[in-house]
């Protein structure tokens, strides 16, 4: 009786949704005439929100079906060049990580050109920043549309810090790391207190600290300057891992997953988007967690984009997909079940937004924390082999938390990777 009245309550819940939804997008999930059967890939990694507003565009266009194709973050952005470049293969749409987006953005003859469709009728509901992210170079060609930004916070388990005599309410937790230095005192007292690890692992540290840097992997000019904002971000993880915080769980895998279950950890730096994460893999520890300030303050931490590959056959019934998907109605819907956090300032300052409280995370309000923190986010420089670095710098953490290389070592070898690839 209890499933069936839970699953009830989701068909009500579900189908309310689905009417506000294409009510509020303005025509853009209207039946469709019949034009024959209509098939869309989508290829994308994480939580989207696609699987919950997949049936409520299919409903609205029965003539379209919807292909989910979930993988994992790395793969999908070399298999979609490999598809570029083979001339066949890729997708309908294809979601595009801001990391990798420089690149993708100067192969713009390669996707249809967004503008050509009327997305500049779009221009200025984006952050000025994501916008341009998208754009070629000569700024003549559009290639995608953004889903979400990466305002960030710090996600804690309220039980753990209390099991280890800290503070648990999130003000007073948030006050005890203004700098990421206090945040790493705090880890060896946790440390000391439960003889448990206090993060999940080093890369989910450097990548907030480097995103509050003035500078990343590159400058203005598009230069490389490891020596500035990466090496800050990594001389800073390494303390962390020396001190004998990091669980040494790599993201995504399933060690990390199952440290959500199990409590291998007891902080992790949460941009909006690993609300969704979390909640999928940890169910049971609803209510267990909260949400503070980060240390150092703001930054940016991902963010995505739907793309158009010009090989698809279908582009016109894609570009119309990514339109609702992109849609403020969507963005405010997606928000509220993966925690993704929309990238237009206006949706930011809605109520949909601001007054949203999230029970799983202790009714805190992601809403306000989030969009708060999106509101003063400044553009950073990235380069056109970001996605290739990052990967680079995430495996030289890796080498020091495995006990492989030393910390001065698999930076050296880190800077020879980064040579190879730039």
Known sequence: MKRSWTRAVRAV???????????ACGGEAQPSAPTGPVTISINFWGNFGFTELKPIYEAAHPNVTIVLNSGEYN?????????????????????????????????????????????????DKYFGWKWEQSLSPDGKVQIGLGT??????????????????????????????PSWDQFIEVGKQYVAKTKKKFVDNGTNLFNPILAQQSVGFYDQSEALKMDGGPKVAFDLT?????????????????GWDQGFVKGDFAVLACPAWMLGHIKDVAPGTSGK??????????GNW???????????SHTKEAYDLVKFLTSPASEAY????????????????????????NPFFSNAPVGKIFGTSAMSLKKQILGPHQGDIQTAVSNAIQRVEQHKQSPASSWKQFLKDVKAVA
């Open 148 to 177: 979400d930004v990466g305002g960030q916070a710090m996600c804690y388990r309220t039980d753990l810090f209390k099991a280890a005599g800290l503070p648990t309410d999130r003000a007073g937790v948030s006050a005890l790391w």
């Open 238 to 254: 390494i303390k962390a891992i020396e001190a004998g915080l990091s669980a040494n769980l790599p993201s995504f895998s399933a």
């Open 75 to 123: 793969a999908q952005h070399e298999l979609l060049q490999q598809k570029l470049v083979a001339g066949s293969g890729a997708p309908t749409i294809a979601a595009i990580d801001e990391g990798f987006m420089n690149s993708f953005r100067r192969q713009a003859d390669k996707f249809v050109n967004l503008l050509d469709k009327g997305a500049a009728d779009f221009k």
């Open 289 to 298: 967690w909260d949400i503070a300030a980060i240390p150092g303050g703001g």
């Open 334 to 357: 997606i928000f509220k079940q993966t925690g993704n956090l929309p990238s237009q300032p206006a949706l930011l300052k809605s109520k949909a937004v601001l007054g949203f409280k």
């Open 302 to 312: 991902g963010g995505s984009f739907l793309t158009v590959p010009k090989q698809g």
């Open 13 to 23: 819940a579900s189908a309310a949704a689905a009417l506000t939804i294409v009510a």
